[in-house]
């Protein structure tokens, strides 16, 4: 256990020096308070999203603007823009956060075991991540979504999303982790641990996965902020969940019902700033979180730079 | 088989099987019908469109000028503007204009791609009195390209500024930090050792060498550009590839959809090979290793 206490006592560390850097600050503030809303979604709103609200005479409110009451307008159908907003979160948050941790769990688990045996596992490995690269992932995903919808599984349609992207994002943390595996394996300790006749699971789980878990950390918020972005545009091409609208059902509602032409900025605004907000959050914490963990940007000459290099790639 | 024949349920079951037999849906699936689609892609068949009920590979080339021209206007600016604007970043680092470039270039990484177009269409068409969407007013439909140019430019006001907007942050980081590295090689401190103004240093010396990384990264870029390209075309309504795809994909138009996504995969392959053949004219040093 001795290898897990040095990961807490390093966390710590680390914190103390994640307090002094303000992007990253703004970064965990934003995907807190985003999170909160998500989470509190109940206690800020009183209406439900697919309430519909009413004048004194009864009539349907259709794209009211803003005011004391409802607060963000409503759209088309005169539900509530900041209930659809509020309980949008817990979708949004939901795909996003799930299909991340899929993505995670797969590029961890293939980067170890590439890394840490080598041999066909590892050029397996490089092939599948070189052909992932190159095929253009939009068309691929929007193919692999309605494919799976047409064999008519009882899977839920969101089910399908998460499955969809964290199936295909996981091949840059594969990699990552793998790299950063052929390292450690190769230090005094491990050589230690194998001479006093340690097995190879003992020494993935105790010497390697300490090693490398932080990076993994810093590598999945990057990770969200994408998987966040690609859920909101699959949605907006109306692949996602009409029952269950996360913030890009809602822009996909907004455009194809005239929210433009009838002026209902309210309607179309603040989902993507609330996208925008998310996916902003989870680029600062993971670039600063990055910065701070990879080792093979700490220390280089263009130290402080090199986040940014890395912004390039993860497009 | 009801993508074939739409919505029409009562349509007798010898039809039925004809029209199976027609497009080889009788066959299984693997290897028959896979084997027979190979080999029409092979001798440049890329069979007949369900929904349009024209070749495929006609349907593709009329949209893809049109794609073509969007993504290629957008790519041009993104990359000048980029370069220049991360020539600058790079050479005044840690001034105002450094920290501007990089909050501008995390903003737009954040942005999605289709968000960016509707508030630049509901902007555009409210203030400017640009149109809203399609390639040509309907009046200007058909007529010979030349006169219809001023039309055609209006049209492409807005999309362009969306894709432009979305490609400039990238790369004015990466150009940015490949000048800062360049700037830091010793035959940049030679140049400056042989009294060579900064102008000169930045044009002659850094510039060259530091667009390499710029040349990769647009090869790259290409199949991201196109997931761009079906946003963008969606919220303009811009008759491309991007929006064709799209429609494939709401008609189960299989034989279409395999056809734009061949056609993606291929001209992704190419794009890299190309920047690779580029690398090593532009960069002796490749051809040694």
């Known amino acids: 256990m ?17 307090r002094g850097n303000r992007m990253g600050l703004i970064g965990l503030g934003l995907v807190l308070s985003a999170l909160a809303v998500a989470i509190l979604a109940p206690w800020l709103t009183p209406y439900h999203p697919q309430q519909v609200i009413r004048d004194e005479n009864g009539r349907g409110l259709t794209f009211a603007p803003p005011s004391v009451h409802p607060p963000l307008g409503t759209d088309d159908g005169g539900h509530d823009v900041w209930a659809q907003l ?75 999303l998460i499955l969809v992207i964290g199936l295909l994002y996981w091949t840059s943390t594969a990699r990552l982790v793998r790299s950063q595996v052929l390292s450690i394996k190769e230090r005094q300790f491990v050589a230690r641990a194998r001479a006093i006749g340690a097995g190879h699971a003992h020494i993935i789980r105790k010497h390697i996965l300490p090693q490398v878990m932080p990076l993994i950390v810093a590598n999945t918020v990057l990770i969200l902020s994408t998987a966040i972005l690609i859920e909101s545009g699959l949605a907006f091409l109306g692949l996602g ?60 000459h263009l130290e402080g730079e090199a986040h940014i290099v890395k912004l390039g790639e993860a497009e | 088989m009801r993508a074939v024949i739409g919505r029409n349920v009562k349509i007798s079951a010898e039809v039925q099987q004809s029209l199976r037999e027609q497009f080889g849906l009788d066959k299984p699936v693997f290897p028959d019908q896979f084997l027979m689609t190979m080999k029409q892609w092979a001798s440049g068949n890329l069979g007949v469109s369900w929904s349009l009920r024209r070749p495929v590979a006609e349907i593709l080339l009329s949209k893809l000028w049109n794609t073509i021209l969007l993504i290629g206007l957008g790519q041009i600016l993104a990359i000048f503007f980029g370069v220049v604007l991360g020539l600058l970043a790079g050479w005044k680092r840690k001034t105002a204009l450094d920290t501007g470039a990089l909050i501008f270039s995390l903003i737009a990484w954040a942005t999605p791609t289709f968000w960016l177009g509707i508030i630049l269409l509901a902007a555009g068409s409210t203030w400017l009195g640009l149109p809203t969407g399609g390639i040509l007013s309907p009046q200007n439909v058909g007529k010979p390209l030349h006169t219809v140019l001023p039309d055609l430019a209006v049209h492409l006001i807005l999309p362009t500024l969306t894709l432009t907007i979305l490609y400039l942050g990238e790369y004015m980081l990466i150009m940015r930090s490949s000048i800062v590295e360049t700037l830091s090689e010793d ?66 138009d299989y034989p279409l959809l395999q056809g734009a996504f061949l056609l993606l995969a291929v001209s992704v392959i190419v794009a890299n090979m190309l920047a690779d053949i580029l690398y090593t004219i532009l960069d002796p040093r490749v051809k040694a290793t």
């Open chain 2, 187 to 252: 035959y940049i401190l030679t140049a400056k050792a042989k009294g060579l103004n900064q102008w000169q240093i930045l044009w002659r010396h850094a510039l060259k060498n530091a667009m390499l990384p710029i040349v990769t990264i647009i090869a790259l870029n290409l199949g991201f550009t196109v997931s761009g390209a079906i946003y963008i075309e969606t919220v303009f309504s811009y008759d491309g590839l991007g929006k064709l795809f799209q429609t494939a994909l709401t008609k189960q």
């Open chain 1, 241 to 300: 969940d009409p029952t269950k609208p996360s913030w890009g059902t809602m822009l996909n509602f907004a455009f194809d019902r005239n929210a433009i032409s009838n002026g209902a900025w309210w309607f179309y605004l603040p989902p993507g700033l609330a996208i925008v907000w998310v996916s902003l959050g989870c680029v600062l914490l993971g670039n600063v979180l990055e910065e701070m963990l990879n080792p093979r940007l700490s220390g280089h």
């Open chain 1, 86 to 160: 509020v309980y949008g979160a817990r979708i949004s948050l939901t795909v996003g956060f799930l299909a991340g941790f899929i993505a995670m769990f797969v590029g961890s688990f293939f980067g170890i075991l590439a890394g840490y045996f080598g041999g066909w596992l590892d050029n397996l490995l490089m092939r599948v991540t070189d052909v992932l690269l190159v095929i253009p992932d939009l068309p691929l995903m929007l193919v692999l979504v309605a494919t799976i919808r047409q064999m008519q599984l009882k899977i839920s349609p969101l089910t399908v």
């Open chain 1, 2 to 18: 001795e290898a897990w206490q040095r990961l807490k006592r390093n966390l710590g560390e680390l914190w103390k020096s994640f």
